[in-house]
Each structure stands twice: as C-alpha cells, then as structure tokens.
Nanobody, 127 residues
Framework: QVHLVESGGGAVQAGGSLRLSCAAS????????MGWFRQAPGKDQEFVAA??????????TDSVKGRFTISRDNAKNTVMAYLQMNSLRPEDTAVYYC??????????????????WGQGTQVTVSS
C-alpha cells in the first residue's frame, strides 16, 4: 500500500526555519518527480516546489525562491523528499503536502496532476 507521510511541521516565529520530510513507500518512487504543495485557510491549494526524479532540476513558486530548498534521497527503499524552509514569514502559514508526480520530470504545477499525496503537516509562522 502506498504511503506518503510528512513530518517536521510546527510553530515558529517569523525569520525561523523548519525542515519538512516526506517518506514515500509502498512502490518505487525513485523514478517519480516529487512536489510540495500548501493550503492556507480559506485559500486554494498552491504549488510550492518540485524536484525531478534525479534531483538535478528543481522548480519553486516565486514567493519562496531563495528561502526554500527542495531535495530528495533515492538511496533508500523509502524515497525521502525534503523541504528546507528558511526566513519563514507569516504568509507561509499553511498545511504542507507532499505529492508524487506520475512522471520523472516536473510536468505540472497543478495538484490534480499529482497521483499520490500525504496527509499534510501544519506549519504556523507567527509575527
């Protein structure tokens, strides 16, 4: 059974850092692009970052460029995806979701195009 499990969320003050982790298991995700999305209260789910299967290419939404870094580790049986979040702002407050794309490259920034999802982890940034 496929599982994507996020961890690492929490409450921090503005300017702080968090590192989110996503453990993907139940099938071989080493050939899938992975992405992070977020959803703030009352807002639509939005793309945050994605990484190709090899880790050689990444994409970010403009508001997090220079502050967030996505990475992955395919070496283990469970593929890990990470989101290092620095210089956090109150507007980064949201539930953050890990997702696996159907292909190895970053083919879409739309949540409906991602096949597998985690349950989400809450990130709260106070001013």
């Amino acid at each position: 059974q496929v599982h994507l499990v996020e961890s690492g969320g929490g409450a921090v003050q503005a300017g702080g850092s968090l590192r989110l982790s996503c453990a993907a298991s139940g099938r071989d995700f080493s050939n899938n692009a992975m992405g992070w999305f977020r959803q703030a209260p009352g807002k639509d789910q939005e793309f945050v970052a994605a990484i190709t299967w090899s880790g050689r290419s990444t994409q970010y939404t403009d508001s997090v460029k220079g502050r967030f870094t996505i990475s992955r580790d395919n070496a283990k049986n469970t593929v890990m995806a990470y989101l290092q979040m620095n210089s956090l702002r109150p507007e980064d407050t949201a539930v953050y979701y890990c997702a696996a794309y159907g292909g190895g490259l970053i083919g879409s920034y739309q949540p409906e195009d991602y096949d597998y999802w985690g349950q989400g982890t809450q990130v709260t940034v106070s001013s």
